[in-house]
């Protein structure tokens, strides 16, 4: 049985620019192989919008001759791709095997109760998105979690402020002393 969580996928609330479709057709354009290059397009795709809003799942889809339920299947199976506009700052929560005996639903629940959100989701004001991840290779360091370029090892939910405030000053570019 699949892992993948049923998500309904609501229409972009603004308008896709036709530049976006456009760059997309290009990119597709390029690839010598259709048939091995969906991850390849979607990666792009979401290089330029920051997440994949269905209209541009539909679009990749329609383009490349898969139905829209193959690109769905992708975009759900990888958890590097996203449905939602996501934060400027995404944190991922590790809840691999390692990290779970090591309490990392605790420290979920720590971020989602210091963020007002819940894994999945972003803060209303755009600064944040949080969501667990499967193992990232750094066990040893467990509990972990990685805020876009950094990782944190042995983390306490004593440690949880003081990473949002952190990583709230790298996205206001204030220099450490
Ligand atoms: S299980 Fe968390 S880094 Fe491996």
Redesign the pocket.
């Known amino acids: 049985m699949s892992s993948v969580k049923a998500e309904v996928i609501r229409p972009s609330e603004k308008p896709i620019p036709q530049e976006v479709y456009d760059k997309i057709d290009a990119f597709i354009e390029e690839q010598d192989n259709l048939e091995g290059a969906l991850i390849n397009v979607l990666h792009m795709a979401q290089g330029i919008m920051g997440y994949l809003p269905r209209e541009v799942m539909v679009h990749v889809a329609k383009k490349m001759g898969v139905s829209a339920a193959e690109v769905y299947g992708v975009v759900s199976f990888y958890s590097f791709f996203s449905t939602k506009p996501v934060g400027k700052c995404k944190i991922s929560i590790?809840t691999?095997?390692?990290?779970?005996v090591k309490g990392?639903n605790v420290i979920l629940e720590a971020f989602e109760k210091e963020l007002g959100i819940k894994a999945g989701e972003t803060t209303k004001d755009g600064m944040f998105s949080l969501r667990e991840v499967?193992?990232?290779?750094?066990?040893g360091?467990?509990?972990?979690i990685n805020a876009e370029e950094n990782v944190y090892g042995h983390i306490k939910v004593e440690d949880v402020k003081r990473i949002i405030q952190e990583q709230t000053d790298i996205i206001f570019g204030k220099k450490e002393e």
């Open positions: 590790c691999g095997t390692a990290c779970f990392a499967r193992c990232i290779g750094a066990c360091l467990a509990p972990v």
